[in-house]
Nanobody
């Protein structure tokens, strides 16, 4: 079992930055790829970024490439999402999710086995 808890959400003006964190409990954290997804009101869930078990491989959604950076610390059992140059369209609830492989998570959220409760990010224009 893996439990995930997100933090770091909030409100920011366009062009600003926020850093999200995902804390995991469970000894098997390093066995999972981890991803961030987001969902805006009345929109489908969207893949944001994922990181492999070792942290060596990362994947990004087209809308966040060059602006967001995902990383992980397996000792602290944490995953981070650094978000820069934020836009109003980045407004959403951001979820941390764990699954077998980061590459699979990048393809579809159905590959996620565990989910956090989400954290709200609001970007004003």
């Amino acid at each position: 079992q893996v439990q995930l808890v997100e933090s770091g959400g909030g409100s920011v003006e366009a062009g600003g930055s926020l850093n999200l964190s995902c804390a995991s409990s469970g000894r098997s954290f390093s066995r999972y790829g981890v991803a961030w997804f987001r969902q805006a009101p009345e929109k489908e869930r969207e893949f944001v970024a994922s990181v492999s078990r070792s942290g060596d491989s990362t994947y990004y959604g087209d809308s966040v490439k060059g602006r967001f950076t995902i990383s992980r610390d397996n000792v602290k059992t944490m995953v981070y999402l650094e978000m820069n140059m934020l836009k109003p369209e980045d407004t959403a609830v951001y979820y941390c999710a764990a699954g077998n492989r980061a590459a699979e998570l990048a393809k579809h959220s159905d590959y996620a086995d565990y989910w956090g409760q989400g954290t709200q990010v609001t970007v004003s224009s």
